[in-house]
C-alpha cells in the first residue's frame, strides 16, 4: 500500500512537474493593439452668475476669473476639450437640465455664482459630471480684487484633481532671470517670479548686476542664485546669494575662490548641491546650510557641472566632460562618485539635464543644426526623442511639477546683433502650447515649482 | 518438505527485499534524471537570457547620432512612407506566391479586412491596411526570435551568437518562413490573428488619466469557433487594475471576430492569441 502511495505521489509530482516546463516552452502568438485613443472629456466653464450687488470692478474681475479657469484647462489639451459657452441671461444658477449638456456630449460643466460681500466677492464654484449627474465640486471663496487670481487658479486646481485625482500646475510658479532693466551700456538681469501662466510677475532681487541659475526651495521660501558683479566693484568672484522670501533678507553663503554656482536645494530644503571651481576644476559638492559644510559630490578630473535631482532625491543627474564631450550622467548623490552612470552617448553639445519629479526622464539641451533643441530620454539611457525642431534656439528645460510640461526657453534671432529669447511650455512630448512671457526683456534660466 | 518450505520463505524474503531495493534505485534515477533535466533547461534558460542582453549591449553601443525627427514627426510620418511600404510589402507577397499558394488565404483574409473598414475614409483605410501589415511583419520578426532563442536554449548556438556580437551590428540576411509544411498552419495562424488588432483598436480606449503613464499588459485570448470570444484574461499585468480592465474589455467588445477556419481553429481554440496593449 505504502508503495503505491509513493509512486501515485511520484508520478504527480513528475506530471506537475512537467506541465510547468510546458508552460514555459509554449509559444503564442502574440500581435500589438497600439496606443490607446483618448476619451478627452469637453468641459465648458460658463458665464458667471453675477449678482447685482457687485460693482462693476468686481464684476469685470469675476468674469476674468471665468476665462482664467478655462484658460488653465486650455492647457491640458491632451485631456480636455474647452467648449465655447453661451452668454447666460440670468443672474442666478438656474437648475442643470443634464439630458441637455449629455446630448451636447459635455462632460463636465464648470460654474461661478458671485455676489457682495462686505467690501470682497463671495465666489461659489460647482462642478458637475453630467455622466454621472452629480455635483463633483462644490467650493465656496471669499476673494477681494487682488486674490481673484489666486482663487481661479485654486478652482482649477480643485476641479482638476477631482477629475483626475492628480495635482495640476495650476498653482505653480515660474522663476527666472530677465534682462528687461539693462540700460544701453550696462547689462542687468534680475530674478522674477510668475505664475505659471506668465501672470502675476514679481522681481525679486535688485542687484544692478548679472544674476544667474536662480533656483528655490520646496516650500517656495528661499531662493538661491549667483551674481556676477556690475563693472563698478573691483570684485570678480562670482558668489552665491541666498534670499529669504519671508523676511527678503539676503546674504551671500558660498564666496570660494571661482564659480559658486548653479545650486539647487534638495527635497528636505537643508543642504544645496552647487558647482565650485575652488580646487582648480569643477566638481559638484553638497553644503549643509545650517554650518556650511562641503561634501564632495563628484570627484574627477574632467568637470562636473549643473546638477539636477530627482524629487525624492535620491539620484541626481548632472553634465560631464569626463568622456572628453558634455555628457549626461546620473549618481546617487548620498555618496562620492556613487554609482556614477553615463546616460548620453551621443550629441556634439549637451546641456542643462533636468529630472522628470518622478526621475524616469531627463530633458535636456543638445546643439544639432546649428542651434540647441530639446530631447528627452528615460532616465536608464533608453528611448532618446527629439521634442522641438525649427522652433529657434532651445535651452533650458525644466519640467512640471507633474511632469506633464516643460518649460523652456527659446530664441529667435532677430538680426545680426538682435537676439530675443522668452519662456515657452510645451506638452512633455513637445507639442507646443505657446509663450508665457513677452514684451519682459529676454527671459531665461526658467525653473517650475510647486509650493 | 521443510527444506522446501524454508526456500519458499526465503525467496518470498528475499524477493520483497530486492523490490524494495528495485524502487528505491528506480526512484532514485528517475529523480535525478528529472532534476539534472530540469536544471539543465533552467540553466538553458539562463544561458539564452545572457546571450541576449550580451547582443543588445552590443548593438546599443552604435547609435552615432542624435534623432532628426522630433516624437510629433514620428507619429504622423506622412503618407509617402506608407505608399513605398505598401509597394515592398506586395514585392514580398509575390515572391512568397510562387512558393506557397496559401498565401491566398491570407489575401482573403486582408480583403475581409479591407471590406471592413469599407466604410471607413479612403485615407484611414490605407492606413490601416498599412498598419495591420506592420503588425504581420511585426508578428513574422517574433516567430523568427522565437526560433533563435530555442537555438539558444539548446546551447548549440552559442558559437553563432558570439561571432554575432563580434562581428557587431550586422544586418540579417533574415530567415524565410514561408514553404515548410509546418510553417504553413503558422502562417495562416498569425494572418488570422495580424486581421485582430484593426477591430480591437476602436474599443481600445482610456480615460485622459491612464494615457501616457506608459503602461503595458498583454491579454490572452480564447476564442470560439464562430469567433465570438469564450475566455480573455490578463497574462500580463500592467499593475494598474484599471488599465487591465478597460484591456480585457475592449477584446470583449471588438467581438465576433471572423470565424474560426479550420487551419487555425486549433490554436484559436487553444488561446494561443495574446494581444499587446500597446505591445
Known amino acids: ?451 | 518438505m521443510l527444506k522446501h518450505h524454508y526456500t519458499y520463505q526465503h525467496i518470498k524474503q528475499n524477493f520483497y527485499v530486492y523490490l524494495k531495493r528495485s524502487f528505491a534505485i528506480h526512484v532514485a534515477i528517475i529523480l535525478i534524471a528529472f532534476i539534472s533535466t530540469r536544471q539543465m533547461v533552467l540553466n538553458a534558460i539562463k544561458l539564452k537570457k545572457e546571450n541576449l542582453e550580451l547582443v543588445q549591449a552590443s548593438v546599443r553601443v552604435d547609435m552615432v547620432a542624435m534623432p532628426k525627427f522630433t516624437l510629433a514627426e514620428l507619429k504622423n510620418i506622412s503618407s509617402g512612407v506608407e505608399e513605398a511600404q505598401d509597394e515592398k510589402s506586395k514585392d514580398q507577397e509575390d515572391k512568397t506566391e510562387a512558393i506557397n499558394k496559401d498565401l491566398e488565404i491570407k489575401k482573403a483574409a486582408q480583403i475581409e479586412a479591407d471590406k471592413e473598414a469599407a466604410f471607413l475614409e479612403e485615407s484611414k483605410k490605407k492606413r490601416s491596411n498599412f498598419l495591420s501589415k506592420l503588425k504581420e511583419i511585426g508578428s513574422k520578426d517574433l516567430s523568427d526570435k522565437n526560433k533563435s532563442r530555442e537555438k539558444g536554449m539548446s546551447g548549440e548556438n552559442s558559437s553563432k551568437l558570439k561571432n554575432l556580437v563580434l562581428a557587431g551590428n550586422k544586418l540579417s540576411t533574415g530567415v524565410q518562413i514561408y514553404g515548410s509544411g509546418q510553417a504553413k498552419e503558422l502562417t495562416q495562424f498569425q494572418a488570422y490573428v495580424a486581421t485582430i488588432p484593426d477591430r480591437v483598436r476602436p474599443h481600445w480606449r482610456l480615460p485622459s488619466f491612464l494615457i501616457g503613464k506608459n503602461l503595458r499588459c498583454r491579454v490572452r485570448v480564447w476564442l470560439n469557433l464562430d469567433g465570438s470570444v469564450r475566455k480573455a484574461e490578463v497574462y500580463e499585468s500592467s499593475g494598474n487594475q484599471d488599465y487591465d480592465q478597460r484591456a480585457v474589455e475592449s477584446v470583449y467588445s471588438a467581438a465576433p471576430y471572423p470565424t474560426l477556419k479550420e487551419e487555425v481553429s486549433k490554436r484559436a481554440l487553444n488561446g494561443d492569441i495574446l494581444l499587446g496593449f500597446p505591445l
Request: glycine share 8%; net charge positive; hydrophobic share 35%.
Open chain 1, 1 to 451: 500500500m505504502k508503495v503505491k502511495e509513493f509512486s501515485k505521489i511520484l508520478v504527480m509530482i513528475l506530471l506537475l512537474g512537467s506541465f510547468k516546463i510546458l508552460a514555459q516552452e509554449g509559444s503564442l502568438t502574440v500581435v500589438a493593439v497600439g496606443e490607446a485613443t483618448v476619451d478627452k472629456d469637453k468641459v465648458v466653464v460658463q458665464e458667471p452668475y453675477l449678482n447685482n450687488n457687485l460693482s462693476n470692478a468686481q464684476k469685470s474681475a469675476v468674469i476674468e476669473l471665468v476665462k482664467l479657469i478655462r484658460n488653465d484647462f486650455s492647457f491640458y489639451q491632451k485631456k480636455f476639450f474647452v467648449v465655447e459657452s453661451a452668454p447666460n441671461n440670468t443672474n442666478s444658477r438656474p437648475v442643470t437640465n443634464y439630458e441637455y449638456w449629455n446630448s451636447k456630449a459635455i462632460r463636465y460643466l464648470m460654474t461661478v455664482s458671485a455676489e457682495k460681500q462686505g467690501e470682497g466677492v463671495k465666489l461659489n464654484f460647482i462642478v458637475e459630471d453630467t455622466k454621472e449627474k452629480k455635483q463633483i465640486v462644490n467650493s465656496t471663496d471669499s476673494a477681494s480684487l487682488m486674490t481673484m487670481r489666486k482663487i481661479g487658479h485654486q478652482f482649477s486646481d480643485i476641479a482638476y484633481r477631482q477629475i483626475t485625482g492628480k495635482e495640476s500646475i495650476f498653482k505653480s510658479k515660474i522663476v527666472f532671470v530677465s534682462d528687461r532693466n539693462s540700460r544701453l551700456g550696462k547689462q542687468m538681469k534680475e530674478v522674477y517670479l510668475m505664475d505659471y501662466d506668465g501672470k502675476n510677475v514679481q522681481q525679486l532681487t535688485n542687484h544692478g548686476g548679472v544674476t544667474v541659475s536662480p533656483a528655490m526651495s520646496k516650500d517656495g521660501r528661499y531662493l538661491v542664485y549667483s551674481l556676477i558683479p556690475g563693472r563698478e566693484t573691483r570684485k570678480r568672484n562670482i558668489d552665491l546669494y541666498l534670499m529669504d522670501l519671508k523676511t527678503k533678507e539676503t546674504h551671500v553663503i558660498s564666496s570660494r575662490e571661482g564659480i559658486n554656482s548653479g545650486a539647487i536645494f534638495n527635497d528636505e530644503g537643508n543642504s544645496i548641491f552647487l558647482t565650485l571651481t575652488s580646487s582648480g576644476n569643477a566638481e559638484i559638492y553638497e553644503m549643509n546650510l545650517a554650518n556650511a559644510q562641503l561634501r564632495k559630490v563628484t570627484n574627477h578630473f574632467a568637470s562636473d557641472v549643473d546638477p539636477s535631482l530627482t524629487a525624492d532625491g535620491r539620484l541626481m543627474t548632472f553634465l560631464s566632460d569626463r568622456a572628453g564631450k558634455a555628457m549626461i550622467y546620473i549618481m546617487d548623490p548620498k555618496g562620492e562618485e556613487k554609482d556614477v552612470k553615463r546616460i548620453s552617448f551621443v550629441g556634439q553639445t549637451n546641456g542643462t539635464p533636468r529630472f522628470s519629479p518622478d526621475g524616469k526622464e531627463i530633458v535636456f539641451s543638445s546643439w544639432l543644426d546649428n542651434s540647441f533643441d530639446l530631447f528627452r530620454i528615460n532616465s536608464d539611457g533608453s528611448g532618446l526623442i527629439r521634442l522641438t525642431k525649427e522652433f529657434g534656439s532651445n535651452e533650458d528645460p525644466s519640467f512640471s511639477n507633474d511632469g506633464e510640461f516643460i518649460a523652456f526657453t527659446s530664441q529667435r534671432v532677430l538680426s545680426r546683433v538682435k537676439a530675443d529669447q522668452n519662456i515657452y511650455i510645451m506638452d512633455r512630448d513637445g507639442g507646443i502650447l505657446g509663450a508665457v512671457t513677452s514684451g519682459f526683456g529676454n527671459c531665461l534660466s526658467p525653473r517650475w515649482y510647486n509650493y
